[in-house]
C-alpha cells in the first residue's frame, strides 16, 4: 500500500509540474478532468467512481470523465474477444473540451504482442496514440501512465 500512496503522490507531482494551463492557479475546481484506458481505469468488478482518479477529481471539484473499457489495448483491435477498438481509434470518442487528460494504458498490449504483431505494432501505436492526443488537445495538460514492472516471457 506504501508503494501504491508514492506512486499516487509522484504521478500527482508530476502532473501539477507540468499543468502550465494552470500556472499560478491552484484550484481545479470546474475544470474536466478525463482519464482514458483500461479496465485499471474503468476499475474492474468495482464502480469507476472508487477508483483512485475518481476520488481525485472529486476531492479537488473537478469534472471527472472515465472513459476506461477492460481489455482495452493501445495498438490492438480486439472487437473479436468483446473488447473493442483500438485506443488510436478509440480516443476519437473523447470530448472535444479537456482540460486534463491522464491515459492509463498498455497492459494488456503486453499480453497481446505475442498475439496480434509484436513490438513494432505497440510501438508505432504508442507513437501514433501521443502525437493524435498532442494535436487534439494542444492546451491540454496530458499525462500518460503505461505499464509498470511486469514479468513476461517474450
Known amino acids: 500500500m506504501n508503494t501504491l500512496i508514492k506512486a499516487i503522490a509522484a504521478l500527482a507531482a508530476v502532473i501539477s509540474l507540468n499543468v502550465s494551463a494552470f500556472a499560478g492557479d491552484d484550484d481545479?475546481?470546474?475544470?474536466?478532468m478525463c482519464v482514458f484506458g483500461d479496465s485499471y481505469v474503468a476499475n474492474h468488478l468495482r464502480p469507476y467512481t472508487e477508483?483512485?482518479?475518481s476520488k481525485v477529481a472529486e476531492r479537488m471539484g473537478m469534472k471527472y470523465i472515465n472513459f476506461g473499457r477492460n481489455g482495452s489495448s493501445i495498438a490492438?483491435?480486439?472487437?473479436?474477444?468483446?473488447?473493442?477498438?483500438?485506443?488510436?481509434?478509440?480516443y476519437k470518442e473523447l470530448p472535444d473540451s479537456i482540460d486534463i487528460l491522464l491515459v492509463i494504458a498498455g497492459h494488456n498490449d503486453a499480453d497481446w504482442v505475442a498475439k496480434y504483431g509484436g513490438w513494432d505494432k505497440f510501438?508505432?501505436?504508442?507513437?501514433?496514440?501521443?502525437?493524435?492526443?498532442?494535436?487534439?488537445?494542444?492546451?491540454?495538460?496530458?499525462?500518460?501512465?503505461?505499464?509498470?514492472?511486469?514479468?513476461?516471457?517474450?
Open 51 to 53: 477508483a483512485w482518479h
Open 76 to 90: 490492438f483491435d480486439c472487437s473479436k474477444e468483446g473488447f473493442g477498438r483500438e485506443m488510436t481509434e478509440r
Open 28 to 32: 481545479f475546481s470546474g475544470k474536466t
Open 123 to 154: 510501438t508505432k501505436s504508442l507513437d501514433t496514440l501521443c502525437r493524435s492526443l498532442k494535436e487534439r488537445y494542444p492546451d491540454t495538460a496530458i499525462g500518460f501512465v503505461t505499464p509498470w514492472n511486469v514479468d513476461r516471457p517474450y
